[in-house]
Every structure is written in C-alpha cells, then in structure tokens.
C-alpha cells in the first residue's frame, strides 16, 4: 500500500518536472494534497466519529426514561342503573400518564462505557499514527530519499 502510494507520488512529481508541465508542488501543497485525497484518512476520522456516537449511546443507558401515555374515550352509562352518570347521556373521558424510570443499577454498563471509551482513544491514536506516517512519506518521496 505505501510502495503503490509512494509510486504514485513520484509519478505525479517525476512527470511534471520532467515534462514541463505543471510548476513542481512544494513540500507544504504536497503534504496538503496527500492529506485531502487518502481515502483512509478520511475512513480514520470517521471511525473515530462512529465511536463517539457509540459512547454516547452506551452513557445514555445511565440517563432516566420518561414516558407520556394519554387516551380519550367516549362513554355512556346504562339507563336502566341506578347510578347513571349525566342522565344516560354520553360523556367524554381523558386519560394522561407520565412515568419515570430510572436504572439504579445494571451489571457491566460502567465497563461497557470504559470500554467505549478506550475504542475511541484507540482510534484517535491510530488515526495519528496514520498521519504521521503519511506525512513522513510525502517527504520521503518529495526528497527522493
């Protein structure tokens, strides 16, 4: 992957100094080039984002649930009962809940978010990693060395 990436770089700058073409990059607009147009550059951030929604999600198995239920409905009462309500007309009844849950307690959800949160630490060193070595291979290859 670096030798086809390295091969490429001298390609683009092996042949446009040799051809007259284009004026040579410097150093500074072949680094920024490289950086813009790897693909795995690109991946690496966001897999370190996918992992932040992870975490997120993971904490939010600590935050409370609430919960709103409503119903209406119409009724009405036999006639013939003894406690008819309203004279036997119809009437309307509305009904509201709201309920609050709250976990107190749920077996591996704190490792599960420390190891949310390791991935993504992970993921942000690798992510670096990748930099770095892209960047020390553009001027490798910039300096022909």
Known sequence: MVFKFISVLWVI???SQVLGGAPPLTLTE????????NPSLSQGKEKINQLGSDLQF???????????????????GAAQSSSVLFGGEPYNQYEVGLH???TLFRTGTFAAI????????????????????????????????
Do not use: H, W
Not at 58 to 73: D, F, H, I
């Open 13 to 15: 700058f092996g042949c």
């Open 30 to 37: 072949a680094v920024g080039k490289a950086l813009e147009q």
């Open 58 to 76: 993971t904490r939010s198995a600590l935050y409370p649930t609430l919960s709103v239920s409503s119903s209406a409905l119409e009724k009405k």
């Open 100 to 102: 609050l849950n709250q």
């Open 114 to 145: 420390g190891l949310s949160e390791k991935n993504q630490e992970i993921s942000k060193l690798d992510y670096e990693i990748s930099l770095r070595d892209m960047i020390k291979n553009v001027i490798r290859t910039y300096y022909q060395i």
